[in-house]
């Protein structure tokens, strides 16, 4: 979801703990992460991800994905200058090109796809008393107030 960060989206993720958790933006990615939000998904793209299960490149981890993009910004410009790679790999990438360009389209949130539901009906619309009457009865700890100011 950090792809997503930029000056108006921030991103909050669950850290452990009840109710601790991190919120990204544009600036707090390029910081913690060490690049731009739109470069994650090349990064994803060369190191895979085993828990959205797509593979990237077989020996390819995060430091090297990370020191790749950080050097060439793309997948394009990794690609553009494999020659000037290490051997070990620039033999990795081109063996595993294919799986590069798919995890790369696994990787990406797509923002263009067409809705044709209106926004104001997707809002979640729901009687205050029983869904805090539900919370109550499930055991969950969270105040009608905090689920409802998502909605709002």
Same mark, same amino acid.
């Given at each position: $979801?950090?792809?997503?960060?930029?000056?108006?989206?921030?991103?909050?993720?669950?850290?452990?703990?009840?109710?601790?958790?991190?919120?990204?933006?544009?600036?707090?990615?390029?910081?913690?992460?060490?690049?731009?939000?739109? #470069?994650?998904?090349?990064?994803?793209?060369?190191? *895979?991800?085993? =828990?959205?299960?797509?593979?990237?490149?077989?020996?390819?981890?995060?430091?090297?994905?990370?020191?790749?993009? #950080?050097?060439? #910004? !793309?997948?394009?410009?990794?690609?553009?200058?494999?020659?000037?790679?290490?051997?070990?790999?620039?033999?990795?990438?081109?063996?595993?090109?294919?799986?590069?360009?798919? =995890?790369?389209?696994?990787?990406?949130?797509?923002?263009?796809?067409?809705?044709?539901?209106?926004?104001?009906?997707?809002?979640?619309?729901?009687?205050?008393?029983?869904? *805090?009457? !539900?919370?109550?009865?499930? *055991?969950?700890?969270?105040?009608?107030?905090?689920?409802? $100011?998502?909605?709002?």
């Amino acid at each position: $979801m950090l792809q997503l960060a930029n000056q108006k989206i921030q991103i909050a993720i669950m850290k452990k703990g009840q109710g601790n958790y991190q919120v990204y933006n544009e600036d707090t990615v390029k910081e913690l992460k060490g690049c731009h939000p739109d #470069q994650l998904v090349d990064i994803k793209a060369l190191m *895979g991800d085993t =828990s959205d299960n797509y593979p990237g490149v077989k020996g390819i981890g995060e430091k090297t994905a990370l020191k790749l993009i #950080q050097e060439y #910004q !793309t997948i394009e410009g990794v690609l553009d200058n494999l020659a000037h790679l290490p051997a070990g790999q620039r033999r990795k990438i081109e063996a595993e090109l294919e799986m590069l360009h798919l =995890s790369r389209t696994l990787a990406a949130i797509r923002c263009d796809a067409p809705v044709s539901l209106p926004l104001e009906r997707a809002a979640w619309q729901a009687d205050e008393k029983t869904a *805090g009457d !539900t919370l109550t009865r499930l *055991g969950l700890n969270i105040s009608i107030e905090q689920l409802m $100011m998502g909605s709002r």
